[in-house]
């Protein structure tokens, strides 16, 4: 199925036509048909002479009712602009015509229509003025057929040019990221929710689970229908129909997006290209009211360079959006459309001021610019790139010496030799100054490069010269265990001489970095802030094995006397048994543990 939206001005027959070609009335409330005048959005169904099965998004033409026309274009590849000859070009004729620009539709088709209520003099003048308004426009080459849908005038012609504008069109791309703007919503009859819209970037299928709307809310597809019929899978570019389960219909609303988990950014704030209208300028800040799929959203602007190419946009609510998305701007104030935008980046986190540099590049460098560590699995949602397309795109970065894959990280090429030089640079001083000690920690580093500790150990054992090892980094030419030294031979004697009430090291003059970079290295060990020999650990926890071995059973005076200590050390080398599973605390005894029932 493809789909194709009216557009025009009022009263230039748009429902009339569609009411012609398919033989159902798109407009459904009792108070369109009593004005005559199309309000909200109306759909229909038709198959062209090719076989073609088609559906019309009939939008209203009133000035008073362009949000609702804008929630009928915003997700369709085709339009057909409808311009009565009776009236010929009007200002909706024309703000529709541009804002299906704005919006990215490049291929469609005019109906001349009411054709048989003038003479043809004047059908010959509405045809070249039309000529005229078209000049320039996405729709310049498009073909015009004058038809008039009460005498059925033109229907057979406009028929087969319709199956020509769908053949010149690109066909909807499955590129495997779904996307549905929701553009009615109700509860049916013993079936519960249901929403309707059409469905662009992907195929979905029954019993598959969806997100939906700004709360990310979950709903599973009970049942697809398309063309009043259900089905099991639906393709993208079609009119569908979800019956969802586990979530209720007064949950969702219009412009909210159906779309699978993991596979959007669903985002507020966004970075676009700007792209004014009829001469029109954007103000450096303003209140917009902003269109984009089916929804309307109050938003705040904010140009972000002189030339007003760029602008950051902050919405009310999130949405989720990709590059190339586009938007229509109106203002309102005035209730008038001042442009249009594209999205460039939709997780900006860099400052305003310095955004207009990276939006000018293109997208794959923009995207590094922007997030100089990218995680694989988040360049799809980020780039807007669906799951085969994610692969090229890491490739060629990487061919292009852009970025260098570092784990489950793409990251830029200018960052990676930052991070690695910086820390290169500290772990040697670090070396030159306390060359007793085995290196720099690795959140120290981390804090000082501006990095957190996952990418700063990725950055370091993807390249040479550096080893991390127990959580310090030190270059690799650096070899030797501080424990050999004089200097802590000599304090781990000092300690081993009284092995269950050991000096404190600060008392003995020994260095915090000494004692640390021991501890690190097992050679002494901390418990409660109390250093021992780690020899004397293992003693303890021989003797204690012993003794319970012996006796089953041991109390805190039983350990003291055992040790020939006092309660200050026995108790926190009982506490790290105990977490060893030597011991058991019962009570007030200790009692073999699962370590010591093992050995």
């Known amino acids: 199925m493809r789909v194709v939206a009216t557009a025009g001005h009022v009263d230039h027959g748009k429902s009339s036509l569609v009411r012609a070609l398919t033989g159902t009335d798109p407009d459904r409330f009792p108070e369109e048909k009593e004005r005559g ?30 949000k609702n026309m804008l929630a009928g274009v915003g997700a369709v590849d085709v339009v057909l602009l409808v311009v009565a000859a009776n009236e010929g070009w009007m200002p909706q ?30 059908v010959e003048l509405a045809r070249l003025e039309l000529d005229d308004h078209l000049a320039g426009s996405s729709l310049e080459h498009a073909t015009v057929v004058v038809c008039d849908s009460v005498s059925g005038r033109g229907l057979d012609d406009l028929r087969r040019a319709l199956d020509a504008a769908l053949a010149g069109a690109p066909a909807p791309a499955d590129r495997g990221r779904p996307r549905l703007w929701v553009d009615r919503v109700f509860a049916a009859k013993g079936a519960g929710t249901v929403v309707t819209g059409t469905l662009t970037g992907g195929s979905l299928r029954v019993d598959e689970e969806v997100q939906i709307g700004p709360r990310a809310r979950r709903g599973r597809i009970r049942a697809i229908e398309t063309a009043h019929r259900q089905v099991e899978t639906v393709g993208p570019g079609t009119r569908v129909a979800l019956n969802l389960a586990g979530i209720d219909y007064d949950q969702i609303a219009r412009g909210d997006g159906v779309i699978k988990t993991g596979q959007w950014v669903q ?16 103000p450096k800040r303003a209140r917009v009211q902003c269109y984009v799929g089916s929804g309307e959203y109050e938003g705040r602007l904010r140009v972000l360079d002189g030339e007003r190419r760029f602008a950051r946009l902050r919405l009310e609510r999130s949405a989720p959006l990709a590059p190339g998305d586009h938007l229509v701007l109106r203002d309102s104030g005035r209730r008038r459309t001042i442009g249009g935008a594209e999205v460039l980046d939709v997780a900006p986190e ?5 955004a207009p540099a990276r939006l000018s590049l293109p997208p794959g460098p923009r995207l590094l610019a922007a997030h100089r560590w990218l995680e694989v699995e988040a360049l799809g949602p980020l780039a807007g790139a669906g799951p085969g397309e994610v692969t090229a795109l890491a490739d060629d970065l990487e061919a292009a010496g852009d970025a260098v894959r570092v784990e489950r990280w793409l990251v830029a090429t200018p960052e990676l030799a930052r991070v690695r030089e910086l820390v290169a640079e500290r772990v040697e001083t670090h070396h030159r100054d306390h060359p007793l000690e085995p290196g720099v920690e690795v959140q120290t580093l981390a804090t000082a490069v501006r990095v957190d500790p996952a990418r700063l150990r990725a950055a370091i054992t993807s390249g040479d010269g550096l080893v991390v090892e127990r959580g310090v980094v030190r270059l690799a030419s650096h070899r030797g265990r501080v424990a050999d030294s004089p200097e802590a031979q000599a304090l781990i004697a000092r300690l081993e001489a009284e092995p269950f009430a050991p000096p404190d090291p600060a008392t003995l003059d020994a260095d915090g970095g000494l004692v640390r970079t021991l501890v690190r290295e097992g050679a002494l060990v901390d418990l409660d802030g109390i250093v021992f020999a780690a020899a004397a650990l293992d003693d303890a926890r021989a003797r204690v094995q012993d003794a319970l071995r012996e006796r089953g059973s041991l109390t805190v005076a039983d350990a003291r006397d055992l040790l020939g200590s006092t309660r200050k050390f026995v108790l926190p080398i009982l506490n790290r048994l105990d977490a060893e599973g030597v011991t058991r605390r019962r009570g007030d005894e200790r009692i073999p543990g699962a370590a010591t029932l093992r050995g």
């Open 93 to 122: 004729s024309e703000e529709h015509l541009r804002i299906v620009e704005l919006l990215g539709v490049r291929h469609g088709l005019v109906a001349l229509t009411k054709a048989d209520a003038v003479d043809d003099e004047t």
């Open 37 to 66: 005048l199309t309000i909200d959005l109306g759909f229909a169904f038709a198959t062209l002479p090719s076989g073609q099965e088609i559906g019309f998004v009939d939008v209203p033409g009133h000035v008073r009712f362009i």
């Open 350 to 354: 860099d400052k305003a001021r310095d």
């Open 267 to 282: 985002t507020s704030v966004f970075d676009v290209a700007l792209r004014a209208m009829g001469g029109k300028d954007f």
